[in-house]
């Protein structure tokens, strides 16, 4: 893949999220990290504090059925990809990037796309569903590369 000198690249996941800018040409990429963010994001379990509530058959059959389970976890990640949505939302509006590529996990690039702002999508040059936040620069670099 191309990355164009100057283009904003975004490597995100459910609780972590790099902001490069390509110092290098379109062949050769050079990431500068422009921003770092990682969300505390403890697993479900440690995070609930009771178990799921029940409710009774109001109908009189003397039913039960419990609530279904939420997963915290997941719910904090969801609301990280739409907080970085924002933030691009934002730096868009202020014209700081022209060319914009985003690499994350295909969930996280799912709920991304939901908060997506017009004027990032009309930046948006690729999606990578890839995984890429605990890979160094360099390694991240190289799969671009080869995208």
């Known amino acids: 893949m191309q990355v164009p000198h100057n283009s904003f690249v975004v490597v995100a996941d459910g609780r972590k999220m790099l902001f490069f800018r390509n110092e290098g040409d379109a062949e050769f990429p050079k990431l500068q990290v422009e921003r770092k963010q990682v969300q505390d994001n403890p697993a479900d379990r440690d995070q609930k504090t009771d178990a799921p509530g029940h409710t009774f058959d109001a109908s009189g059959g003397g039913g039960r059925s419990a609530y279904e389970e939420v997963d915290f976890h997941q719910l904090e990640e969801d ?14 509006l202020r014209n700081e ?48 590369q080869a995208e």
């Not at 609301?79 to 868009?92: G, I, M, V």
């Open 79 to 92: 609301r990280f990809a739409a907080e970085t949505a924002e933030l691009l939302r934002k730096r868009a």
């Open 97 to 144: 990037f022209e060319s914009l590529i985003i690499v994350a996990p295909p969930r996280t690039l799912g709920e991304l796309r939901k908060h997506y702002h017009k004027e990032v999508e009309k930046r948006l040059a690729a999606e990578v569903a890839k995984d890429l936040t605990g890979h160094p620069v360099t390694e991240i670099e190289k799969i671009l």
